[in-house]
């Protein structure tokens, strides 16, 4: 077990690691660091939000900048352990979230601050993730995907090719605002596939939700946002 | 590859596999238990480290913070 004090550490260490090798990382990290420093006075749930985020964001980026510094051969041999969704996520969706401007970052600090993330949804995904993965495929799921990028899950079926899963209940769905952002957030970080699944809890088993997202991973056509709903 | 060269690599490697491991257990854990799994990788999650959190960057001159 890591303490508060050992993962600020881990950070300052990273903030100066990766200043001549990725200074827009550099210069995230120094962002997240400030932010967290002007937040003082901290609520029992926002500390664990926080906190896991700023785990999380420690591991990506110790591994991100660890790989890079590899050669070639040695890079291919740690790439080839990861799932089709770590690769996505490390190769792809977390460079572009130092890189780019993220336009979600003003409300998820917003909300993370005031603790207005609900644990709804917590139970959903798990079983859903545990769908796929007995339907032979996998998940992954970032925290910092889910705040920035719209993204509850990262899925993959048997042909691994990666899927960007929004989940949202059938309710909300008849918002049409949530669909234009989710559609607008995930162009803004190019992601190429995208499935915005509506669904009824109490209706729809999460298995059913699981292998539907299963399926669309592997039907889908490479480049898509697709907008499913399961009421019944 | 000199031995030197070739430590460092594996070093580098078994870095950013044991990051790797990390994080799969950060996802799964804030999967299966929600926020309130981070309590089972950081200790004293609910202490005062958020009212103590500095700016500072430096490692070596800031270590308390």
């Not at chain 1, 004090?5 to 090798?21: G, P, V």
């Not at chain 1, 996520?89 to 970052?105: G, I, M, T, V």
């Not at chain 1, 299963?214 to 019944?232: A, G, H, I, V």
């Not at chain 2, 690599?9 to 299966?32: F, G, V």
């Amino acid at each position: 077990m890591s303490t508060p004090k050992e993962i600020k550490s881990q950070l300052n260490q990273l903030i100066l690691d990766s200043q001549t090798t990725a200074p827009k990382l550099s210069e995230r990290l120094v962002e997240m660091n400030r932010w967290i420093a002007q937040k003082k006075n901290g609520l029992l749930m926002r500390k664990r939000h926080v906190m896991q985020l700023l785990a999380e964001l420690v591991e990506y980026a110790t591994f991100w900048l660890e790989v890079e510094s590899l050669s070639l051969q040695d890079k291919d041999f740690v790439l080839a352990q990861l799932s089709p969704a770590e690769q996505y996520w490390y190769q792809y969706l977390f460079p572009a979230w130092f890189n780019e401007r993220d336009p979600k970052s003003i409300v998820w600090k917003q909300k993370l601050m005031a603790d207005e993330f609900g644990k709804s949804d917590d139970t959903l995904i798990k079983g859903i993730c545990r769908a796929i993965e007995v339907n032979g495929g996998g998940t992954f799921n970032p925290y910092i995907a889910d705040l920035s990028m719209a993204t509850d899950l990262i899925a993959f079926g048997t042909k691994e090719l990666v899927l960007c899963v929004q989940l949202t209940t059938v309710r909300d769905s008849l918002c049409a605002s949530k669909y234009s952002e989710w559609e607008s957030t995930l162009k803004h970080w190019q992601i190429l596939r995208g499935l915005f699944l509506s669904f009824n809890p109490v209706r729809v088993k999460v298995d059913r939700a699981g292998q539907c997202i299963f399926q669309c991973s592997d039907q889908l056509p490479r480049e898509c946002y697709r907008r499913k709903s399961m009421d019944l | 590859m000199t031995t030197q060269l070739k430590n460092q690599q594996e070093k580098k490697i078994s870095k950013a596999m044991q990051a790797l491991e990390r994080a799969r257990a950060l996802n799964r854990s804030r999967r299966d238990f929600g926020v309130d799994g981070i309590c089972r990788h950081v200790r004293d999650v609910d202490g005062d480290w958020l009212e103590n959190w500095s700016e500072g960057v430096s490692v070596s001159l800031n270590p308390e913070a």
